[in-house]
Every structure is written in C-alpha cells, then in structure tokens.
C-alpha cells in the first residue's frame, strides 16, 4: 500500500539554524500539505501546496517558512532560522481529493 | 470558520468494554469528518470518514462513527475494546474541496484495562 515518507524521523538543532524537513508523498497525489504538533498539543496546519504554488497557509507560517517541490517526488518544509519554539513533530500529508494520507513524522528538538 | 471540540480528554474503558468518543463539529458548508488514530511515537493513520454519503461509517479495527447533523457530532465508537485500541484518537474536519486545511480536535487518549 502506498504511503507517505518523511526524512529524517528525528532532526536535533541550535537555535538560529536552516532545516529542511523532507517527505515523499504518495505519488498520483496532487495535493500536498505540512502540520505540526507541539508535544501535548494538537495538529495544527501550517500549509498546502498544489500545483507548484502554496494554495492554503495559516497564521503559523510565517516569513521564516517556505515549501518546495524541488523535483516530481520530494516535498520540503524549510525552517530559515529556527527558534525554540519551533521544537515539535511536523508531518507531511498528501490527497488527490479531501482525504489526507500522513506520514510518519519528524521530530524536530531546537536547542 | 470550522472548529471541531473532543469531548474528555481522556478516556479508560475494560477490555471488552464498549468505546465512545466525543466529537462535535462547527462547519459553514457541508463537512467531510475524519477520525485519525496515532499511536505512541507514530503518525497520524485513517480510521475512518465521512464523505456526504452513509451517515453510518465503519473504519478499520471494527470502529464506526455515525454523523448526526442535527446534533452535529461524529461520535466514535466500538463494541468491544481490546488492548491494542490504547492510543490517542483526533476527530477532524475538512474544508469544502481539496487542498484545504484539516481542522483537529485536541484529541482524546484512550487507556484500556485489562
């Protein structure tokens, strides 16, 4: 059964540094989305991505967030210049319609 | 604008024991519901939706959840709990077309005794 992937599973970093998050979503999915949960919290939406352009992004992803379909498989999240707050697992969805189909996860720890 | 409220954070049932859990939903068009089940140090898997069509839904792991819209909930439930249902439950709701955000509930931990 097809399914979403995402690398890596667990990413440690200091604060002020890039990160890019790395998922593979299912492969006749057009559409494609990023969430993230703060331990303890729920899963929130941060953005969507169709057609090569963000159709959908919320108050949470802000100027030091950007997202990339650098080639016809990988979908990246990337983090400018991380702070500790940003520590929290992020997860990549994929759909061809309304239903979205998750990945595993990375957990991101900012120190 | 769409919100979705789990009602109790936490619930504990016996093995054997039937399982309900809470969700009402606020929505302006008409829904598509999905409960999502993670369980420790995983992601988020399907457990089942609700499309427009039955308003009976079953899902996989012998849970089903019925949409009411006069009461607008979406209540999960399944006869009989068995160990391995330990694991935290998020009701959500979706925008009226693809692309658009999922909307979750906090979430509702389930715990089973034996």
């Known amino acids: 059964e097809p399914e979403v992937t995402q690398t890596p599973s667990h990413q440690v970093t200091q604060m002020g540094q890039e990160v890019i998050l790395r998922c593979v979503p299912i492969?006749?999915?057009?559409?494609f989305y990023w969430y993230r949960q703060i331990l303890g919290q729920k899963v929130e939406f941060l953005v969507s991505?169709?057609?090569?352009?963000?159709?959908?992004k919320s108050e949470i992803f802000d100027d030091q967030f950007s997202v990339e379909r650098p080639d016809g498989s990988n979908f990246t999240l990337k983090i400018r210049s991380t702070k500790l707050e940003d520590s929290a697992m992020y997860f990549c969805?994929?759909?061809?319609?309304?239903?979205?189909?998750f990945g595993p996860g990375t957990r991101l720890l900012v120190l | 604008a769409q919100s979705v409220t789990q009602l109790g954070s936490h619930v504990s049932v016996s093995e054997g024991a039937l399982v309900l859990l809470r969700c009402n939903y606020s929505?302006?068009?008409?829904?598509?519901l999905f409960w999502y089940v993670q369980y420790p140090n995983q992601g988020l898997q399907l457990l089942l939706k609700?499309?427009?069509?039955?308003?009976l839904v079953k899902g996989i792991n012998g849970f089903e959840a019925e949409f009411k819209k006069s009461e607008t909930s979406f209540h999960l439930t399944k006869p009989s709990a068995h160990m391995s249902d330990a694991a935290e439950y998020f009701c959500?709701?979706?925008?009226?077309?693809?692309?658009?955000?999922?909307?979750f509930g906090k979430g509702t931990t389930l715990s089973v005794s034996s």
């Open positions: 969805a994929s759909s061809e319609g309304r239903t979205q189909y």
């Open positions: 492969s006749n999915h057009l559409y």
């Open positions: 991505f169709y057609n090569n352009e963000i159709s959908e």
């Open positions: 929505s302006s068009v008409p829904p598509y």
């Open positions: 609700y499309t427009s069509a039955a308003t």
């Open positions: 959500a709701v979706s925008g009226n077309q693809a692309g658009t955000a999922l909307i």
